[in-house]
Structures are given as structure tokens and as C-alpha cells.
């Protein structure tokens, strides 16, 4: 199979948003912090009647219909999502209600789970799917699906929910370049779940920050090694048109990118101007160690790579920026971003995207853009997401009900014996909605 990748996309959000600016009064902290010290706007969330479950099923079924695709078509079908319900009975699961309908059960896949980088193994499995002996002709199907609630505190504004659903197949728009994929993998505690009575996690907000970081590094580094050895030439981040990161906030975004150019400047790549080189000039000696604690190079390499930023990453955090950390389905969010905004330029370009899971995973991978055939065109994937209308529509809500929202989902966690509100008056038609659990943890959901 040839230029395998994403041939089409959708993505669903709550209908419920909450203002970072008024959360901020809410919570008492200083004018700005979230807006500007986080870079985030407004953050969406699940209410009792939706989860992760329904967003995935509303996702799935959105897709097949928009697209027309026959769910007979479905030959393997990958979920990636760290919100978990069922524990040993996956997401997946729950999706083949979809296919038996159509007398469908030949599907192969279930649920990965990372932190946010479950949704990468994901397709990664449906991409090496079609690439290998095993395919048999038919389409994978990767679904990301989370809603990223913490306890109250400084976390807590980096919330968001969000399920992303991508259909994988060859001769697709957006295309793996796979011979250039960089990992790095290590055993870390900067956020993780071990309290199975609470949906919240433990997270080390610090540590993960630096751990995002140094993976980054890491990466790039690879990524760099493995483009090098085959085109036989340096890569810089100029031969990237757009550079897609893992968005928990859009503030650590800004300082991925600006870590990125301080990459190259460390590598001498001839990309980085003579004016740049000086600024950073000062930085060259740092022990990596020293590197993520200076706030001066953290401030210098941001203004050198300010304009860079603008035209590589600006356009790639509408959504995240919007929506809030989706965990799996962010930067698959982000990428929706630059399709949104940029899909009648992309085709002959390179989208670097770099994803991250912390405990930690993370992997720097790069698409290369096709035009795209009906209906897996550009613009047929931007007009199906539809994006602008998506978020037009949401209703804000003030901070004291996304609280009250969260106390009760508090108590609904693993709870039994209990019927939803079954308000589905914010739910567009065709949502997916949670009206009752039953006395075996059972779980029921409508269609609005
Ligand atoms: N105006 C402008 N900026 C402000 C203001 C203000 N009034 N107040 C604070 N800031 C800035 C700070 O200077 C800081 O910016 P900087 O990083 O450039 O210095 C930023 O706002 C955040 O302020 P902090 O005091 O650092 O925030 P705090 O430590 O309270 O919380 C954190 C931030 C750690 C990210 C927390 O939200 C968290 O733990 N989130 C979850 C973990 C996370 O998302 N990690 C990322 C990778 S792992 C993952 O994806 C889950």
C-alpha cells in the first residue's frame, strides 16, 4: 500500500465551556494566569449525561455517515484514551454496537493506553496494519477519546474533553513519512492514576513539565539522525511547514518550539541567522540539566523563534487553545487546526507532529500533504469538521456550574444504581448521551 495515513477526520467537543478569564476570578488567582501564563482560552467539559464513551460513539457514527463510509469497510479499529470506565473491558467494545448493526463483528483492535499518547500507539497499530501482510483491503479506524478533569488546584484549568475519529487507509491526504519516526521511552512518576476510586490523577505539574521537555529533545534529536541518514542532509526545523505538538496548554507549545530552534542552534544548523546565533550565544555551554531551569534562554530563544512560531504553530492551536487539553485526541486536535485554517495551501507540505504521554512516552513522527481525492480531499475533511460553526456553538457557562459539574461526576465515578438527568437540551442531534448505570455497573446510553 502506498502514502498511507489519515484519509478523513471529525472530531466532537461538549457543548459546555468554561472562560479561563472568569475562571481565574473564580478561583482567585492572579488576572492572567491561565490567559497569558497558560496561553489557554476556554475549556470545554463533560456534564453527567456525556463521557468518554459517548463521545467516541457519537464521533464514530458522525464520521461514517459525513464520509458514507459502509461500517462493512472496517477491518480494524484502534481506540487510545486514558479515562477509564470498565478497566479490563475496552472502549473498543462499546464501538461494535456501530458495527453489528451492519453484521460487522470481523474487526480487529482494541484500546491503548499512555496518558495522552495512547491515541498515537493507536495509529501507529492501524498505520503498520495496512502496511503489513495482515491487511486485507479494508479501512482502519482510530479513535482518541478523553475528558481530562483534575482536582481543584493549579491543574485544574488544564482541563478539556474532546474525541477525535481518523480514518486509515493508503493513497490518504495526509501521509506517513514513516521512515522518520524518533522515540523516547522511560519510567517516570510525573502523572499517573493509581487512585482507582477517583477519576483525577496524582500529577507532579513541575516535573512533567521538564519531562515534556527533555522527550522533546530527545526526539528531535532521532527524528533528525534518521532523516539525515536517508536524505543524506541536515534537517532544521525550516523543513518543516508546520510543527504540531502535544498541547496540555498552549504555553508549553511556545516553549516547545522555541526549544526546537535552540536544537538546531546547538546542532549549527546554517538555517539559524547570524543575528539569532548571537542571542543565543550565551546559552551554547549549558549542561542540558542547566538548559530547562534557565528562564534567560527560555525567554531568549522564544523572541528569536517568535516570528517562526507564528507562521509554523500559531495556526495549529485554534482547537487546543479553545477546547483545553483533550489528552489523546490534543494533538490530533491540533493537526484538525491546521486543516481547518490552512487546507487550500497544505498539499506538497510537512507537518512535524510530536507526541507525548507523560510516565513517559513520546514519539516526533512527520506527515506529508497530498490534495487528496473526493471524498478524502482537504477541503472535504475542513468542511466536515466544520470547525468554526463546532465552537460557535457552544454554550458558556460560569465557573460555579463547571464546579458543581464536577462535584457530581466526583460522586458518578464508579458509582451504580443511579439515572442521569438525561438533559440533552445543549446536545446537537445524533449525540450519543449516558441515561442510566444499573445495580452491575451496567451502562446505557441514548442517541438524541
Ligand atoms: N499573568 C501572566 N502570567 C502569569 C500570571 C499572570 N497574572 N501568573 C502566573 N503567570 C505565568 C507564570 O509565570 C507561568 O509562566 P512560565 O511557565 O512562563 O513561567 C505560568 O503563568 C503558569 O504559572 P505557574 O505558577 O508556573 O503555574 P502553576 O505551577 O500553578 O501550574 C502547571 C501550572 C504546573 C502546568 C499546572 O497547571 C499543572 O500541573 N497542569 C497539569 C500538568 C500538565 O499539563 N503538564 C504538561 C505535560 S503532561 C500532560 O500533558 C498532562
Known sequence: AKDVGILAMDIYFPPNCVLQEELETHDGVSKGKYTIGLGQESMAFCTEVEDVISMSLTVVKSLLKNYNIDPKCIGRLEVGSETVIDKSKSIKTWLMQIFEESGNTDIEGVDSSNACYGGTAALFNCVNWVESNSWDGRYGLVVCTDSA????GPARPTGGAAAIAMLI??????SFESKYRGSHMAHVYDFYKPDLASEYPVVDGKLSQTCYLMALDSCYNVFCKKYEKHEGKQFSI???DYVVFHSPYNKLVQKSFARLYYNDFLRNCSTIDEESREK????????SEESYQSRDLEKASQQVAKNLYESKVQPTTLIPKQVGNMYTASLYA??????HN???TLAGQRIVMFSYGSGLTSTMFSFKINEGQQPFSLLNIANIMDVSKKLKARHVVPPKKFVEALKLMEHRYGAKDFVTSQDTSLLSAGT?????????YRRFYDVK
Do not use: C, M, Q
Open 238 to 240: 525550516f523543513d518543516a
Open 334 to 339: 491540533a493537526l484538525a487546526s491546521i486543516i
Open 149 to 152: 478533569v483534575y482536582a481543584e
Open 432 to 440: 450519543y448521551y449516558l441515561t442510566h448505570v444499573d445495580s452491575k
Open 280 to 287: 543565543l550565544a550565551p546559552y551554547a555551554g549549558l549542561s
Open 342 to 344: 490552512r487546507h487550500e
Open 169 to 174: 487507509g493508503p493513497n490518504a491526504p495526509i
